[in-house]
């Protein structure tokens, strides 16, 4: 079983907790900060677009 954090998972939390994606803990570049990246626009996107449409 591997323990270690999942960056896609931890970018997901990021987003629901209203973390802003500058905070993206990893190297930029790195494959962890292109999941996190995308873990936090799954969440986030939908969300900032809906904003942004009122």
């Given amino acids: 079983m591997n ?3 999942d960056p896609f ?9 209203n973390i802003p ?3 993206n803990p ?3 570049g790195s494959e962890e900060y ?3 990246a995308a873990g936090h ?3 986030a996107g939908p969300r900032e677009a809906n ?3 009122r």
């Fill in 26 to 28: 990893y190297q930029a």
């Fill in 34 to 36: 292109a999941l996190w």
């Fill in 9 to 17: 998972e931890q970018g997901q939390r990021a987003a629901r907790e």
């Fill in 21 to 23: 994606a500058e905070a």
């Fill in 3 to 5: 323990s270690d954090p």
């Fill in 41 to 43: 626009e799954k969440v």
């Fill in 51 to 53: 904003e942004s449409g």
